[in-house]
């Protein structure tokens, strides 16, 4: 291997979440031994002292000031012309390795010669099973449908693609797509495939990624022996608008649209709006049984969630335009 090569880039891109990026790169370093790698951190204009604290701390790591918030997909390939790897290992800010699971999701894909992404067993931060590190490819009924309880009270139905995850066999399982929390891929197949699609802002880059992974031939890959806790939208979970909701309709909206056409895609739209309408109707009628439940309880931000999806479906929430 030349010198200015390494065997593993690992790049995260961050937006106002620097001591989630502390944490993630304390975990990296404590857990991953005998592989030669570097870190480079992207900041998408969130100025938040990342940059600062990873000069004081992680002098190491390479920081890359992106000038303007250019989204997920953008920030990540800015982030992969700059790494030196051979692979490349995408990991989000919110993520804490539990063991070594860098060096189990390198060795497997090196040892792989069909491989496109390769990712991990997720677990939210209780130490509960995340049920959306590896998924099927949206489809409209599994969208609709797309609720954790119907997940988990039926785990192996096709809609979901996450049986693997509650196999009792501790191996590589070949799947559809993997969560973009966690994308390891070799840098040829990455550069093959034409990087992460940035016609969305953020969420559906990873399915997008991973689909067309496997239009090439490539075949998707979990790990569930490298475990990894995914805290979940560490960057918008305080945000008190709807900002991630609207852009995760949206970016789904495009991806249908992008490889199911424009019909495909308005039905999805309008399947979301019939689904608001029941999911208000019942809260409605739930509230009315209770009258005096919490105002801030799950319920109304539930209220609040299907009430932005309903009017993004009708095409009133027109400030998404600016992000196609």
């Not at 792989?112 to 049920?131: C, E, M, V, Y």
């Not at 475990?227 to 979940?232: A, F, Q």
Request: charged fraction near 20%; proline fraction near 2%; include cysteine.
């Amino acid at each position: 291997m030349a010198k200015n090569k390494v065997a593993l880039s690992i790049i995260i891109v961050n937006w106002n979440s620097k001591d989630y990026v502390r944490k993630c790169l304390r975990s990296v370093y404590a857990h991953s031994h005998g592989l030669s790698f570097e870190i480079i951190v992207v900041d998408s204009a969130s100025y938040d002292g990342c940059g600062e604290m990873l000069a004081s701390e992680y002098p190491d790591v390479r920081f890359i000031q992106s000038e303007q918030n250019i989204g997920f997909a953008n920030a990540n390939n800015m982030g992969a012309a700059q790494a030196r790897g051979e692979c490349l290992l995408f990991l989000n800010p919110d993520t804490e390795l539990v063991n070594p699971a860098i060096n189990l999701l390198f060795e497997a894909l090196t040892g792989l010669k069909d491989a496109g992404a390769i990712g991990a067993r997720l677990l939210n931060g209780d130490g509960s099973l995340q049920t959306s590190c590896i998924q099927a490819f949206p489809t409209i009924l599994n969208q609709l449908l797309d609720a954790e309880a119907i997940r988990r009270r039926f785990p192996k139905a096709f809609l979901w693609g996450i049986a693997p995850l509650y196999s009792k066999q501790d191996e590589l399982a070949e799947v559809e797509a993997i969560s973009g929390a966690c994308i390891m891929m070799k840098r040829d197949v990455f550069m093959d495939i034409g990087c992460f699609s940035v016609d969305y802002f953020m969420y559906a880059e990873d399915m997008d990624l991973c689909y067309k992974a496997a239009r090439k031939g490539r075949v998707n890959y979990y790990v569930p022996g490298a475990v990894i806790i995914h805290h979940g939208d560490g960057s918008v979970q305080n945000a008190k608008s709807n900002f991630a909701t609207i852009m995760a309709v949206e970016s789904l909206w495009r991806y249908f649209k992008k490889y199911r056409g424009v019909v495909y895609a308005s039905v999805f739209r309008g399947g979301l709006f019939l689904a608001g309408t029941g999911r208000l109707l019942l809260l409605t009628g739930r509230r009315s049984l209770n009258p005096r439940e919490d105002k801030h309880s799950f319920h109304k931000a539930s209220w609040n969630k299907w009430t932005a999806i309903m009017r993004w479906a009708t095409g009133r929430e027109r400030w998404v335009l600016k992000y196609r």
